[in-house]
């Protein structure tokens, strides 16, 4: 009889050590999914002003923190407002709600965080740094002042963003406490972000891109055309230049002087000479027509299909100078004049750089990744020549910085509310460190309004690069 | 272990229910009120009496099994006493009224031992099924029966205008326990013989597999009128782990698992509280409002805990439904955490290596088939429960040993800790 009963005392009680194995692996490996679902009410109970991280700047500013009161507070105000964005009860928006769970505590009450902290892991709330540098945001904000428009900075080698301002910007803390409803209609214009978020024709900034077709398509930057008054598509009203006459005084120019002096006659004839394929093309390689992934959310920069637009002659002529139904964003200008400075390719847009514990060791790193090839290596020097010539001698000269090779190209398209200034430029020509998109919308001239931006950009970047 | 170390132990299960309740009431923002004295008074007054009724009249039975006991009893009653405070409250008149009723058998017991057991074997049998059979008096009798959360296993006794429910088939077991082993005890040699063979398995004379049966048609009986899983399945295997440990003739085991693998092939398919049972069990999520929602809020409450849980008042256990009963051990576990859950089971893991150790040292052969059933009894029902609660098990209404709340559960096992002890008095007798 005893010899029986061993074997069914260490059976049952081998079952009771699995129960609790069991039970210990239940809480292991099941634990988050179950705290995710959402029918787990326990969850919603749960407080929702936990402890959370601070979002701080490449040089160490700190621009969202919790408030020892409760919530969320925004040191640097409207500064950030449409990148680090708001925790508010009218909801979260920016890298607040994108980066909202990596920014709570890690110490999630399961065993696994429990012998990570045993083993001296730092669970507490970690921080997320940011690429942006607060130098160089606030010249992007001084700079834009009471304009309406935006800037967007990129450095070209790894796709991280220097700066990322739109304005008019409302104030992140004022949604806190309640004073500013992002829901109301009137306060749009303060909560659109027009860095990616709001479309507009990119005017002669997009002759870089038919440019770039044409250096592709065998024509060199001396390749001549004939200076005239004016070009009548066939079927189409005549297209003429900005100052209504030629462009330089004399017969003939060439292709770095057309896009020196913003030819638009010129530019519209050679779309239509080079057809509707090759400039779709260069267009759709330089990211138009095409989605990527940014940390808020984007619009697709588009122009019409190349089918669309062989039918449309008039249609092609006006694209050429970046009108028409070409719409852009200033984060995808920005992301062309980076992909020049970095011989072609277009790094991923990024602006989180790592996610730090308390203790400072990186928990999760953004490693700059290649986003695609937006012009053949081939044109790259040629263009970059040209758009350096535009600074030195043409109507890119207030986005000059003295002692520095800026290469930069402008826009002047039309608008509603007058025309919206663009420009686009990336410095120092030799080793492109930074490049840059500046929009003012209903501003002027590009060359007069938004180089003078970029300029101040280029600068507090480069002081502080240095 | 020393008397002093046993009451030492038992004075420290007293403050920890002392204090649990006393931060149950101040967290809840009512301060420490006198529940958390009545908490400590109950636990040391029913484990102190034991403990002296144990030394008064089993005095060489083993010191090992109140502390473990205690320890259980108290971490459920905080927690308890957290779901709902009155019945927290009530549990207490219980514990007292289990510890009398120990105390009593213990005393009733003292000049002649468990010999007298023995002799009334088939009065216990007739009185078991009887108590089995109790729910099922119809409901408008002054003793009738009552269908409680869709199982008839209760009886409800009208005292005018109240009324006093029970569940009788928790007291059965332990008749019946004593019944089997007193049984088994003397008939074990005939059941032992294996005459025949098919196979490498040795059979005995088909006649001899009769007590099987009827264990097998008990259980059946009890899953089809009451429809209680969890007491049909204990009983059989109880029945076939007594008769294994009995002849320590594998062929039992064998044919008890073949019986009730078809049982259970059976009851899945023929009823549906069974099938629910079982898909609640393997896609808890797949009905979520509906049959899975009980374990899915177990899962819940168990993801909410971590190692130390959410502390007493900081969790939700009172979303689960029978949070104080069957699923005492979760609601443990969401606020003391899987440390005190952890240690809960090594306490049960404890009283169930110190029953088998009384069982092998019992003086003789009935006395050590009674310990093991007793002990087999207490496993069993434990395993199934917390198995049920951690999804290892398909979920079996069944209560878990001196921590669900439930009058009938508690007085049932105080009994079963006296009985135990008194069986480890009698090795040296």
């Known amino acids: 009889m005893k010899q029986a009963m061993r074997p069914v005392a260490i059976a049952l009680l081998a079952l009771i050590g699995f129960s609790a194995v069991w039970l210990t692996g239940i809480q292991a490996n099941a634990g988050s999914d179950y705290r995710d679902d959402p029918r787990n009410v326990r969850v919603a109970r749960a407080p929702a002003d936990t402890a959370r991280g601070n979002i701080v700047t490449a040089d160490g500013v700190v621009v969202a923190e919790d408030d020892p009161d409760g919530g969320r507070r925004y040191p640097e105000g409207s500064r950030y407002a449409h990148i680090v964005g708001y925790d508010a009860s009218a909801g979260r928006t920016g890298v607040e709600l994108t980066r909202y769970a990596a920014m709570q505590t890690r110490d999630d009450g399961s065993i696994t965080s429990w012998i990570l902290g045993l083993l001296g892991a730092d669970l507490g709330p970690p921080d997320v740094h940011l690429t942006i540098v607060d130098e160089v945001q ?115 120019l060439t292709l770095t002087d057309a896009l020196v002096v913003s030819c638009n006659v010129v530019f519209s004839r050679l779309a239509v000479d080079l057809g509707a394929g090759a400039v779709v093309g260069a267009a759709e390689d330089a990211w138009f027509n095409h989605r990527f992934a940014w940390e808020t959310s984007a619009a697709e920069s588009s122009l019409p299909s190349a089918a669309d637009l062989a039918a449309d002659i008039p249609a092609l002529a006006q694209s050429g100078i970046g009108e028409r139904d070409v719409r852009a964003t200033p984060l995808l200008m920005a992301m062309i004049a980076a992909a020049l400075g970095n011989d072609g390719v277009a790094m991923a847009p990024y602006v989180v750089s790592d996610i730090v514990a308390p203790d400072g060791e990186a928990i999760e ?71 840059v998109a500046v929009l003012v919308e209903g501003g002027g001239a590009g060359g007069s309004v938004a180089a003078p931006i970029a300029a101040r950009v280029i600068a507090a970047w480069l002081a502080f690069d240095s | 272990m020393t008397e002093r170390a046993e009451a030492t132990l038992i004075g420290i299960a007293a403050a920890i229910a002392g204090l649990g309740v006393g931060i149950v009431t101040y967290t809840a923002g009512d301060g420490i009120t006198i529940d958390a004295l009545a908490a400590f008074a109950t636990q040391f007054a029913a484990f102190t009496g034991l403990f002296i009724a144990i030394r008064r009249w089993a005095p060489s039975a083993t010191r090992l099994l109140l502390a473990p006991v205690s320890l259980i009893a108290a971490i459920a009653a905080i927690e308890v006493f957290r779901i709902d405070p009155d019945l927290g409250r009530l549990q207490r008149w219980w514990l007292l009224l289990g510890a009398a009723i120990a105390m009593a058998v213990l005393f009733l017991l003292r000049h002649r031992g468990l010999e007298v057991l023995r002799r009334f074997r088939y009065l216990f049998l007739a009185v ?49 326990v004593v019944f089997l082993a007193s049984y088994l005890a ?56 007594m008769l294994f440990v009995a002849t320590a003739r594998p062929t039992y085991l ?49 993801s909410a805990s971590g190692v130390f849980g959410t502390g007493l008042g900081n969790g939700a256990p009172y979303l689960i439904p029978a949070a104080a009963t069957d699923y005492i051990f979760v609601a443990v576990i969401e606020e003391m955490g899987l440390a005190t859950g952890l240690a809960m089971l090594a306490a049960y893991a404890l009283v169930i290596a110190v029953g088998f150790g009384i069982a092998l040292r019992a003086a003789d052969r009935f006395r050590s088939l009674l310990a093991a059933g007793l002990t087999i009894t207490l496993a069993v029902q434990t395993l199934l429960i917390v198995g049920g609660v951690i999804r290892l098990l398909p979920l079996t209404g069944i209560t878990l040993p001196f921590a669900s709340y439930g009058g009938s559960s508690l007085l049932t096992n105080m009994t079963l800790v006296a009985l135990l002890a008194r069986v480890s008095h009698e090795e040296r007798a």
Request: aromatic share 8%; with cysteine.
């Open chain 2, 254 to 302: 064998v044919a008890g698992g073949v019986l009730a693998a078809g049982g259970a092939l059976g009851a899945a398919s023929a009823f549906d509280h069974v099938a629910m049972r079982v898909s609640a069990w393997l896609h808890p999520f797949a009905d979520f409002t509906g049959s899975g929602y009980q374990v899915s809020q177990g899962l819940f409450a168990l």
């Open chain 1, 365 to 435: 790193s953004t490693e700059p990744a290649v986003l695609g090839r937006m012009f053949p290596s081939a044109v790259v020097d040629d263009l970059l020549a040209m758009m350096e010539a535009v600074v030195d001698q043409g109507t890119g000269r207030p986005g000059g910085v003295s002692g520095v090779r800026v290469a930069g190209k402008t826009g002047t398209a039309e608008g509603a509310g007058g025309p919206h200034a663009w420009f686009i430029a990336v410095a120092p020509v030799e080793d492109p460190t930074i490049a």
């Open chain 2, 186 to 241: 003397d008939t074990w040699r005939g059941l032992a013989e294996m005459p025949r063979s098919f196979g490498p398995l040795r059979l005995p004379e088909p006649r001899q597999l009769l007590p099987m049966l009827i264990a097998f048609g008990v259980s059946l009986m009890v899953l089809v009128y009451q429809r209680d899983l969890g007491a049909s399945l204990l009983l059989f295997v109880l029945f076939m782990l």
């Open chain 2, 128 to 176: 078991a099924l009887g108590l089995l059979l109790l729910p099922l008096t119809p409901s408008g009798w002054p003793l009738g029966g009552a269908t409680i959360n869709g199982s008839r296993l209760w009886v409800r006794l009208q005292l005018g205008e109240r009324s006093l429910s029970f569940q009788p088939g928790e007291a059965a077991k332990l008749l019946l």
């Open chain 1, 138 to 252: 606030q010249a992007a904000e001084a700079a834009l002042g009471s304009k309406t428009g935006a800037v967007v900075a990129i450095d070209p080698r790894t796709g991280a963003v220097l700066a990322y301002s739109s304005s008019p910007a409302f104030d992140p803390n004022d949604v806190v406490d309640g004073s500013f409803d992002p829901e109301d209609e009137g306060s749009v214009d303060e909560v659109i972000d027009r860095a990616a978020d709001r479309l507009l024709p990119p005017g002669s900034t997009f002759k870089v891109i038919v440019t770039a077709a044409a250096l592709e398509a065998g024509l060199t930057p001396d390749t001549t055309f004939d200076d005239a008054t004016e070009y009548a598509p066939p079927g189409g009203v005549a297209i003429h230049n900005a100052g209504g006459g030629d462009c330089i005084t004399g017969s003939t």
